[in-house]
């Protein structure tokens, strides 16, 4: 290689690696070894879930050339084939495989006339030059699909106006919880409820529980808590769920857990900031999360004992945004976004993780 | 060294690496499965040796090591190229320059001429015209055009009339201009702009002269290592502070004028000296030499016809610095004049790039042609891949991609970087695919405008990738042996470059070129003349300038800066990357404190660092 030298400075270089953070690097490398980028392609992709099997990855990346929202892809994890699983038209978000069937389920707006305008006034704006801050919309056109494995064919499952999203699939593949702002759609609001409306319409977000071959009839609500409450997934032996509630100001987030009726909700995290994207590992012993309480951009990864009796511990030290994470099934590696690649974008990630590591590092935290 | 004959060197050296038990030869065997790439170890091993003498571009070294690079590339199963007989690219270039007599004198009204000949007076400049010319003299400050693209407005010959002239100008950039203008005006300073700027409003000659407010001052400029082929169109000098009084005897005296223009103030013109004419003779004698490419091709396994662009390239310099390198060396004092043996640098690209041709040999079914093309004289400035791109033997529009190799022996946590990814849209899906499987630790970085060949190749509008592991305390030193290679992942690495091949060579329509603007940061510096003594590191995404090491008594080392620190600021300047640093290097002042913040370790501390003036 020819670098050029100037006065013995090295050129040609791309950035330097700060001394502290190699020392943090080596704090990560404990839970994490081996990171990398899993995909390139694309503006940013993100939320990535594994098949019962491990073997395939269903993830959420804006990639294709006429539509600057996300669409759902699935990677073959020895192959490496990338291919896509919704219709490409719409928004989409939130993609999850059922354990039994293979079956997929996201939550998509194909069905609005208006998604071929979206997509040309989104794309319109981006060829300006212009940025805005990334925030996600709660279209409330936003209904869950589920599409077959067998034939590719797509199913609607619910019909309510509101967003409905963030679901996910019980380990028996029978029942999906969700999280819907159906709420706000189907009451008289208030002046001051259609102010908050506009403003963020998350606010009214609450789980929902259905069975998976519903049509959108027998939903039941299972949480009535004021506040923007999501992100629910099942405990490994589905005997719980698992999902954050936020505050009514919706700057303060805690993951939570309950009974599938809704009932013995229990709190586990306390740090007074942003703490998110709950999964439990399989082997049902911790909660891996994310929060900014470290900085309000800096969302890191960590994790706490399933009862919350600990104080968590943190897992990942990198600037910027670690989050969504995601065990493989068992339990070996994990799957998260982070924009660690550079850039503000966030990329899926994969690592092995350390369970020994973390199971240790749990018994030494002080009590909550 | 012991001079050998070239064949019994060939013929030596295949049998050296003949012996060595995973010698790729032994495994084109039938028993040999049929995926099994040829592992990456002999090649290095036999290009890093002492034998080859650190492959000094147009050395006898080279061309042993370009016989060795045929001999592999036939046992790989690669041939010429249609057309031709051998595997070699022959070209020409400048190995180094030196003046060859210039003189100068001047005459001033009446007086009789003052003539300057010994070479502390007056010295050609590396890109000068061989040429004598007389003529009327004009005086034109620093000499400096800031394009009107930039919206500035400095120019130096605004209001001179220079057509015919022979124009006099300062050299670098006014001294005492605020550090927004310092850092503008620097970018324009390079005396290779200075003379196109002159040449350009139809001067016949330009004569530099170092100011007495300038560092250096009053000394003429060394000639610089420059790999021009010919002059550039004018006859260019720089002269000592002697003949600068003889020239401005009868007016202003230098220095006053000089302190003018160092207010950077654009208004500041320079003038016409009357009555004063000057005769330069410029003289250049340059050495010329012969450097050769190994280029060689493994054949589609079907008939071409219909496929477009038929060909994909892979491609790694396998020249490096030799004994008595130039400029490119970082050897210490003690370590000077001995082989710089390059095994990063580049005979791990080179392993890598063979064991692909040997991979894809074995390979039942290639759509395109493989073009391996092994370039030399790069490390003087990817001589011998521009030889290639300007006179293709594969005209460049039949290349569907160029896959490039420079350093990618040392692996460090499993991160490989990736560059030139913004060449195409198919990059990012096919990286993305191949890594599943090869599962590195992937940075991507979109620019072409690397210092590496690719280059050449995104000029030529190819749709291009490069693939390297970094620079590291050994970069162009003695010491990068080839016992420090990662051989395991350096085999991965071609591993993957082979899977990337493979699905370029099947991939139709083939990848669509996109050009990628070059930014401004990339644009060669060769104007910078401060010199701090750092020597960076190279790592991945993180903030500020990671320092590998500091040159021995330079001003680094005595601001106590060392190996590990991290520069975050230097006089008020963030700085965030390489280019943030060199940026920052114009705003500072020869021989004034600058202040710097660094991190070591988790502590961040402050030093005072004091810039000497680089020659």
């Given at each position: 290689m020819r670098i050029a030298i100037i006065g013995a400075c090295v050129l040609g270089a791309t950035c330097a690696a700060a001394a502290a953070q190699q020392v943090a690097a080596s704090q990560e490398r404990e839970f994490l070894t081996r990171p990398r980028r899993l995909t390139v392609e694309g503006r940013r992709a993100g939320e990535g879930y594994w098949s019962k099997d491990g073997r395939k990855l269903v993830f959420q990346s804006e990639r294709q050339a006429d539509n600057p929202f996300y669409q759902i892809y699935v990677m073959d994890m020895a192959s490496g084939d990338v291919e896509r699983v919704s219709p490409g038209a719409g928004k989409t978000t939130c993609s999850f495989f059922n354990p039994e069937t293979g079956d997929i389920l996201f939550s998509s707006t194909h069905h609005d006339p208006r998604s071929k305008t979206q997509q040309e006034e989104e794309l319109k704006f981006r060829a300006s030059g212009q940025e805005r801050r990334y925030s996600w919309d709660y279209d409330p056109e936003m209904d869950i699909y589920v599409r077959s494995a067998k034939t590719g064919a797509y199913r609607r499952l619910t019909q309510a106006r509101g967003y409905d999203a963030e679901a996910s699939y019980s380990p028996d593949g029978q029942w999906i919880v969700f999280s819907s702002t159906r709420q706000a759609y189907e009451r008289e609001l208030s002046a001051a409820e259609r102010k908050q409306l506009d403003t963020d319409p998350s606010f009214f977000g609450e789980i929902y529980i259905m069975r998976a071959d519903a049509d959108g009839s027998g939903v039941r609500r299972l949480t009535s808590v004021t506040g923007y409450d999501g992100g629910p997934f099942f405990a490994p032996d589905g005997k719980r769920i698992i999902w954050r509630r936020f505050d009514e100001q919706g700057l303060i987030a805690d993951i939570w857990t309950m009974n599938l009726d809704g009932t013995d909700q229990r709190k586990l995290t306390d740090f007074g900031a942003m703490s998110w994207a709950p999964y439990i590992h399989p082997s049902g012993q911790y909660v891996i999360f994310a929060s900014n309480k470290l900085g309000f951009e800096n969302f890191e990864l960590f994790m706490v004992d399933i009862d919350g009796k600990k104080q968590p511990v943190r897992v990942t030290y990198s600037d910027g945004f670690d989050g969504l994470p995601v065990p493989s099934p068992d339990g070996t590696q994990l799957a998260w976004t982070s924009s660690r690649g550079g850039g503000r974008e966030g990329q899926i990630f994969l690592a092995q993780w350390n369970h020994e590591h973390a199971l240790a590092a749990l018994r030494a935290a002080p009590a909550r | 060294m012991r001079t050998w004959t070239r064949a019994t060197l060939a013929v030596l050296l295949t049998a050296a690496v003949a012996t060595l038990p995973a010698h790729a030869a032994a495994q084109t065997s039938a028993q040999a499965p049929a995926s099994a790439a040829p592992p990456t170890r002999p090649f290095v091993q036999a290009l890093a040796s002492e034998r080859l003498g650190g492959r000094e571009a147009g050395s006898a070294d080279e061309r042993a090591a370009g016989d060795?690079?045929?001999?592999?590339?036939?046992?790989?199963?690669?041939?010429?190229?249609?057309?031709?007989?051998?595997?070699?690219?022959?070209?020409?270039?400048?190995?180094?320059?030196?003046?060859?007599?210039?003189?100068?004198?001047?005459?001033?009204?009446?007086?009789?001429?003052?003539?300057?000949?010994?070479?502390?007076?007056?010295?050609?400049?590396?890109?000068?015209?061989?040429?004598?010319?007389?003529?009327?003299?004009?005086?034109?400050?620093?000499?400096?055009?800031?394009?009107?693209?930039?919206?500035?407005?400095?120019?130096?010959?605004?209001?001179?009339?220079?057509?015919?002239?022979?124009?006099?100008?300062?050299?670098?950039?006014?001294?005492?201009?605020?550090?927004?203008?310092?850092?503008?005006?620097?970018?324009?300073?390079?005396?290779?702009?200075?003379?196109?700027?002159?040449?350009?409003?139809?001067?016949?000659?330009?004569?530099?002269?170092?100011?007495?407010?300038?560092?250096?001052?009053?000394?003429?400029?060394?000639?610089?290592?420059?790999?021009?082929?010919?002059?550039?169109?004018?006859?260019?000098?720089?002269?000592?502070?002697?003949?600068?009084?003889?020239?401005?005897?009868?007016?202003?005296?230098?220095?006053?004028?000089?302190?003018?223009?160092?207010?950077?103030?654009?208004?500041?013109?320079?003038?016409?000296?009357?009555?004063?004419?000057?005769?330069?003779?410029?003289?250049?004698?340059?050495?010329?030499?012969?450097?050769?490419?190994?280029?060689?091709?493994?054949?589609?396994?079907?008939?071409?016809?219909?496929?477009?662009?038929?060909?994909?390239?892979?491609?790694?310099?396998?020249?490096?610095?030799?004994?008595?390198?130039?400029?490119?060396?970082?050897?210490?004092?003690?370590?000077?004049?001995?082989?710089?043996?390059?095994?990063?640098d580049n005979a791990s690209g080179v392993a890598a790039v063979l064991s692909i041709a040997?991979?894809?040999?074995?390979?039942?079914?290639?759509?395109?042609?493989?073009?391996?093309?092994?370039?030399?004289?790069?490390?003087?400035?990817?001589?011998?891949?521009?030889?290639?791109?300007?006179?293709?033997?594969?005209?460049?529009?039949?290349?569907?991609?160029?896959?490039?190799?420079?350093?990618?022996?040392?692996?460090?946590?499993?991160?490989?970087?990736?560059?030139?990814?913004?060449?195409?849209?198919?990059?990012?899906?096919?990286?993305?695919?191949?890594?599943?499987?090869?599962?590195?630790?992937?940075?991507?970085?979109?620019?072409?405008?690397?210092?590496?060949?690719?280059?050449?190749?995104?000029?030529?509008s190819v749709p291009s990738l490069s693939f390297t592991t970094g620079a590291h305390a050994?970069?162009?030193?003695?010491?990068?042996?080839?016992?420090?290679?990662?051989?395991?992942?350096?085999?991965?690495?071609?591993?993957?470059?082979?899977?990337?091949?493979?699905?370029?060579?099947?991939?139709?329509?083939?990848?669509?070129?996109?050009?990628?603007?070059?930014?401004?940061?990339?644009?060669?510096?060769?104007?910078?003349?401060?010199?701090?003594?750092?020597?960076?590191?190279?790592?991945?995404?993180?903030?500020?300038?990671?320092?590998?090491?500091?040159?021995?008594?330079?001003?680094?080392?005595?601001?106590?800066?060392?190996?590990?620190?991290?520069?975050?600021?230097?006089?008020?300047?963030?700085?965030?990357?390489?280019?943030?640093?060199?940026?920052?290097l114009d705003l500072l002042k020869i021989g004034q404190p600058a202040k710097v913040i660094y991190l070591r370790g988790t502590d961040r501390r402050e030093t005072t660092l004091i810039p000497a003036a680089r020659r």
């Open positions: - | 060795y690079l045929a001999s592999q590339l036939m046992i790989l199963g690669a041939r010429p190229l249609p057309g031709r007989k051998d595997m070699f690219q022959s070209f020409t270039f400048t190995a180094g320059s030196r003046d060859g007599g210039s003189r100068a004198a001047v005459t001033a009204g009446s007086t009789a001429s003052k003539v300057f000949s010994a070479a502390k007076d007056v010295q050609a400049l590396s890109f000068s015209d061989d040429a004598e010319i007389t003529g009327p003299v004009v005086f034109a400050g620093y000499g400096i055009v800031v394009p009107e693209s930039q919206g500035f407005g400095y120019d130096s010959f605004a209001t001179l009339d220079v057509k015919d002239k022979v124009v006099v100008v300062l050299r670098y950039f006014p001294e005492d201009a605020d550090q927004q203008t310092r850092g503008i005006l620097a970018r324009y300073s390079d005396l290779r702009y200075k003379a196109m700027a002159a040449r350009q409003r139809g001067a016949r000659a330009l004569v530099v002269v170092t100011g007495p407010r300038s560092p250096n001052a009053g000394t003429t400029v060394p000639m610089a290592f420059d790999t021009a082929i010919a002059g550039s169109g004018i006859a260019a000098v720089s002269v000592s502070s002697d003949v600068g009084t003889a020239i401005f005897a009868g007016g202003k005296p230098l220095a006053d004028a000089q302190k003018d223009l160092d207010t950077g103030n654009p208004h500041v013109a320079g003038f016409a000296l009357p009555g004063v004419e000057m005769t330069i003779k410029a003289a250049v004698t340059r050495e010329r030499r012969t450097a050769r490419n190994v280029v060689a091709y493994l054949p589609a396994t079907a008939p071409v016809t219909g496929v477009d662009k038929p060909w994909v390239a892979v491609g790694a310099h396998y020249d490096h610095l030799g004994r008595n390198a130039h400029s490119g060396s970082l050897a210490a004092r003690e370590d000077a004049g001995r082989a710089h043996l390059g095994a990063d040997g991979a894809l040999a074995r390979q039942p079914m290639r759509k395109r042609h493989l073009l391996i093309g092994l370039w030399s004289a790069e490390e003087i400035g990817l001589l011998g891949s521009a030889a290639f791109v300007g006179a293709p033997p594969v005209p460049a529009d039949q290349l569907a991609a160029y896959l490039n190799f420079d350093m990618v022996g040392r692996m460090q946590d499993n991160k490989l970087v990736v560059q030139a990814t913004g060449t195409s849209a198919a990059w990012a899906p096919i990286l993305e695919r191949v890594n599943v499987a090869a599962g590195f630790d992937l940075t991507v970085q979109p620019d072409p405008f690397q210092p590496t060949d690719v280059s050449s190749f995104n000029q030529a050994d970069y162009h030193k003695p010491s990068d042996t080839a016992d420090k290679i990662d051989y395991e992942d350096l085999d991965r690495v071609a591993a993957m470059a082979a899977a990337i091949a493979r699905r370029v060579m099947e991939l139709d329509p083939p990848p669509q070129f996109v050009k990628v603007e070059q930014s401004a940061q990339t644009v060669s510096r060769t104007g910078v003349r401060i010199f701090t003594g750092t020597v960076p590191d190279y790592a991945s995404a993180a903030k500020g300038l990671l320092l590998g090491g500091v040159v021995g008594g330079g001003p680094a080392e005595q601001a106590g800066l060392q190996k590990g620190d991290v520069i975050v600021e230097i006089a008020g300047q963030a700085i965030t990357n390489i280019y943030d640093y060199t940026y920052a």
